[in-house]
């Protein structure tokens, strides 16, 4: 079987129960099994394959995990169960826990009784840095004994935060903020805003892709597909400099109102503070003002080395640079980096961004995964 440990620090009171049945649930959903319980303050899966393993490493809420082997409480057999499976080994390094506060011997005394023990039977000494860390836990009726810590992600489950609408874009940033904000307990929607003529047309593209490796994470999402044929239209009228504002805070009033139908309270972005024109403080501003929900955005302070690396990390980084139709890239070329709300309000008048906004959530498609 497999012990799984969480990160107790952010565990104090009631949070606990709750954060504990969210973690087993996504353990569940995550390795397709219920042959998982709950024991004093750990996490026991009862299938030790390949397939667990990896499905375990992108669990949030898992400090780390190992296969775990359980031995009747009784100090000769944990001896000579060491003893079988080290040989060969030349360092080792015990972390014993005693978890059952009633056993006779300290964590310190047994690590020390069974250092003595394997120098004795197989010449081990004990290293600072060994070639074996071996976690023993001292608990009611057994002793279980990890040979390899595996870490897990950390943070904290899924869906536990409760829900956000990601603005998801299918380049590289949207998917990474996906990904921050998930570690963080939240269970992601999300929008895509596309110029086809027909939201089917999605499905075919990188973009189904791309929320198909997201919800390895998640278990279950939502997609909301949305044209922008509508704004295209109408932003011709509008002054050119402001046209990649206005596309914005269209994406935000017409994702505003999803995230409401959804009972969501805010919406995800991958924007960067001045990695694009659109992205400066003024116009990052101008853009909130499109909404009354929180906007978050994981990815504020990171240079793009930083989200690279955690793209590729993820799996998401051989789909976000595919090829795509990608709608700012209809969009003018060079923007005004210091909009004023005051004239991009006027604009909106000029062009009924209303109206716009309203028609448009007229045509929107949801796929559901699973
Ligand atoms: P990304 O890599 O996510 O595309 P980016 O650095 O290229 O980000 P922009 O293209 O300016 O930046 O977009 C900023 C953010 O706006 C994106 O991270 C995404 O959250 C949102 N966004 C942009 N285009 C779309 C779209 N077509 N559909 C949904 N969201 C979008
Ligand atoms: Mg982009």
């Excluded at 921050?180 to 999300?190: A, E």
């Amino acid at each position: 079987m497999i012990v799984v440990h969480y990160s107790e620090i952010a565990l104090k009171g009631k949070n606990r129960p709750l954060f504990e049945k969210k973690l087993v649930e996504n353990i569940k959903k995550a390795i397709g099994s219920d042959k998982v319980r709950r024991v004093t303050g750990r996490i026991f899966v009862y299938k030790d394959d390949n397939d667990t393993i990896n499905s375990l490493k992108k669990v949030f809420g898992i400090a780390w995990f190992g296969k775990a082997y359980k031995l009747d409480r009784d100090e000769g057999l944990l001896k000579n169960f060491l003893r079988e499976n080290l040989k060969g080994i030349k360092t080792v390094k015990f972390n014993v826990k005693r978890h059952d506060k009633n056993y006779p011997k300290t964590s310190w005394e047994l690590n020390l009784e069974l250092l003595k023990f394997l120098k004795r039977e197989l010449g081990i000494l004990f290293s600072k840095n060994p070639e074996k860390i071996i976690e023993i836990e001292i608990l009611e009726d057994s002793f279980l004994v990890v040979f390899e810590k595996i870490k897990g992600p950390g943070g904290l489950p899924v869906g536990i935060s409760g829900k956000v609408l990601v603005l998801l874009s299918g380049g590289i940033d949207s998917a990474v903020a996906s990904y921050m904000i998930m570690k963080r307990g939240c269970l992601p929607y999300y929008v895509h805003f596309h110029s086809f003529p027909n939201n089917k047309d999605v499905y075919n593209t990188k973009i189904l892709e791309l929320v198909k490796k997201l919800v390895e994470y998640s278990y279950n999402t939502k997609l909301f597909l949305v044209p922008t044929y509508y704004f295209q239209a109408e932003a011709l009228k509008a002054n050119r400099k402001l046209e990649m504002i206005l596309f914005r805070r269209f994406m935000f009033k017409v994702s505003s109102e999803i995230a409401k139908r959804e009972g969501i309270k805010a919406l995800v972005t991958g924007d960067n503070i001045g990695q694009v024109a659109s992205q400066t403080i003024e116009n990052l501003y101008v853009v909130d003002k499109a909404t009354d929900l929180l906007v978050l955005r994981p990815l504020l302070t990171y240079n793009k080395e930083e989200i690279i690396d955690i793209a590729k990390n993820i799996g998401t980084y051989d789909i976000s640079i595919k090829e795509y139709k990608d709608c700012c890239s209809i969009i003018a070329r060079h923007p005004s980096t210091r909009a004023s709300l005051e004239e991009v309000l006027k604009e909106e008048e000029k062009i009924s961004m209303e109206k716009i906004v309203e028609k448009t959530l007229n045509e929107i498609d949801v796929v559901e995964f699973p």
